[in-house]
């Protein structure tokens, strides 16, 4: 069985204490490698190999920092297909989705901020006959960057990456649930010439190793995406200590569709909004809410393509929905569709778990639950469930559908089908979300800053936001 290994000061090295975590396949139950049960000694042993790294680090040229990070992602893009079915054994998804989604986006990652670090442009200020102003953006020194189970290398790269163009080092901490392709990762770090200790990628728990990571006075700043619960118990940790904190948190995502929409466009797109990814991505659309002239006629098209989303092996090609990431993930779904029953949901699809034959006898599967018939104030409508469950409610006027979206604890994001320009505008500026796709959903431009409002986080990552995020702005002024 395999034995995944910390990457620490440019070495593949086992935990310090010898323990060790079991990885299972969701998709079958089993155990199938064994990941490090890190804590805060080798936490502490990576935060050194940072710290003696930075110098170094912060001194290489951008474009050089960049080359190594473009080299990462030539890299990532020739391991494209051992990349893809690592992450379906590890996490459950569909083959397919990994294919063409989760390991192209980490690639885009890395190439993105690798040519990005050269692009990365300050400001001057000039007082006319008095003084010049010009801004210096430093590194921070060393980071923390924590990151989910459900898109693995996704999202961990979406850390990583920015915070070394800007010339940081980086103490990294993947999901123990979905570890194997940072593990992979850290043999391409290896592969590319990375120098020693500038990313660290230490395994473990939330307690062990992330509480260590957030709690090291060295740590600098600390970029997680992840629960609600976990950021608020993160900020309490490390606002007292004065750290910089981008918290990407949980979503409870309206999908608005009017009668004027691209009906075939807005179905379809309203399917994989929903249960891509088997629902596990903050960013689906778990709300959906038509105007009551097509709700009838969008209901049952909805539902004629629920029914032909494949449930079965994520390494099929043919499969549509894998498996659920775990055990305790797919009872904590089962318990909000029997919630769903009891606060008077009438139930148009799914609702039961899926029981495979031979290799996956023993996965965590579900089928693609759909209720109608449930109050905009229930607790299913108003708590992030974070799998493939999905409510439908007719709506009659802008007012009334912009009070039902905005009736949550989340704000992370939004999508509106409508082919009236002013109403496009007019409502999206109105939604309390943090980006709202219109006619479309997950089209994203990396450039642009993400994030959330309310309970769905603080900070916004991506492009010029992430540089400087993990940067510190100086100021210096001359006197002319």
């Not at 639950?369 to 905009?376: A, D, K, M």
Request: charged fraction near 20%.
């Amino acid at each position: 069985m395999l034995h995944l290994l910390n990457y620490i000061g440019g070495q593949l090295l086992p935990p310090r204490a010898g323990r060790y975590l079991d990885n299972v396949d969701p998709a079958t139950g089993q155990v199938y490698s064994l990941i490090p049960d890190s804590d805060a000694d080798d936490v502490q042993q990576a935060v050194a190999a940072a710290e003696a790294a930075f110098p170094a680090w912060r001194a290489l040229p951008a474009e050089q920092r960049g080359r190594l990070l473009v080299r990462i992602s030539e890299l990532i893009e020739r391991d494209l297909e051992r990349l893809a079915q690592a992450e379906s054994v590890d996490n459950g998804k569909p083959i397919k989705l990994a294919r063409t989604v989760d390991i192209p986006r980490a690639a885009s990652n890395f190439a993105f901020f690798g040519t990005a670090a050269g692009h990365f442009a300050s400001e001057s200020h000039l007082q006319e006959g008095v003084a010049l102003n010009y801004t210096v953006r430093h590194p921070l020194g060393v980071v923390g960057c924590i990151s989910p189970w459900n898109l693995p290398l996704y999202l961990f790269t979406w850390k990583i990456a920015p915070a070394l163009a800007a010339g940081n080092c980086v103490v990294a901490k993947p999901s123990e649930i979905t570890p194997m392709t940072a593990y992979l990762l850290s043999e391409l770090c290896m592969e590319a010439g990375l120098p020693a200790g500038v990313l660290n990628i230490v395994h473990g728990t939330g307690p062990g190793a992330g509480q260590a990571i957030v709690e090291h006075p060295a740590v600098k700043a600390i970029s997680f995406t992840g629960g609600t619960a976990t950021g608020a118990h993160i900020a309490r940790t490390a606002a007292p200590m004065f750290k910089k904190l981008s918290l990407e948190l949980g979503g409870k995502n309206p999908n608005i569709v009017f009668a004027d929409c691209d009906f075939e466009a807005a179905v379809a797109t309203s399917v994989q909004s929903s249960f891509a990814n088997q629902g596990q991505i903050c960013l689906c659309g778990s709300r959906i809410f038509v105007e009551r002239p097509i709700y009838e006629r969008f209901k049952a098209a909805f539902l004629e393509r629920v029914a032909g989303l494949t449930v079965g092996d994520p390494l099929a090609e043919e499969s549509r929905q894998g498996a659920l990431v775990s055990e305790p993930h797919l009872q904590k779904v089962l318990g909000y569709i029997d919630l769903a029953q009891q606060e008077g949901g009438r139930l148009l699809a799914g609702g039961q778990r899926v029981h495979l034959q031979g290799r996956c006898a023993g996965g965590y599967f579900l089928q693609p639950t759909v209720f109608e018939g449930l109050s905009p104030e229930c607790r299913v409508n108003r708590e992030e469930i974070f799998g493939p469950v999905v409510t439908l409610t007719p709506f009659d006027t802008d007012d009334e559908v912009l009070g039902w979206a905005n009736n949550t604890d989340y704000g992370l994001a939004a999508t509106v089908w409508t082919r009236d320009l002013q109403r496009a505008h007019r409502v999206g500026q109105q939604l309390h979300a943090g980006v709202v796709w219109v006619n479309t959903w997950l089209l994203r431009d990396l450039r642009t800053p993400f994030g959330g409002m309310k309970n769905s986080g603080v900070g916004r990552e991506g492009g010029v936001e992430a540089l400087r995020f993990f940067t510190e702005p100086q100021n210096v002024c001359i006197k002319l």
